[in-house]
């Protein structure tokens, strides 16, 4: 089997992320908390590590969501009734979501603390 050309690749990826946006609510939260963090990167006027810190945490929570997702599709694929092994397999990859929002959440503060403890200090 041939692969496919780079821009149909790309194309199938991106449609990817909008099935991800149209269809999973987590997703949608998720990727409203990056452009909220976007704003606050102009806003604010991030440093480039501070941005860099921000950016790469966001992606790994989008990231992670889509990749529990996919897991979760395939369990319920292979094994659309109830089995606690599945279960099993589907809780710790919700897991693998939980921590990296756990992080984002602690770079978050710290990054942002600075800027918002300044910006509150000219009132």
Known sequence: MRKPPVHKSLRNAFRGVFLMMKHERNFQLEFAAFLVNLFLIFYLKLSSTDTILILMVSFGVLTTEILNTAIEKICDFIHPDFDKRIGFIKDI????????????VIVGV???WKYVSGFLQQF
């Open 110 to 112: 710290m990054v942002y």
């Open 93 to 104: 990859s919700a897991g693998a979501v939980v921590l990296m929002a756990i992080l984002s």
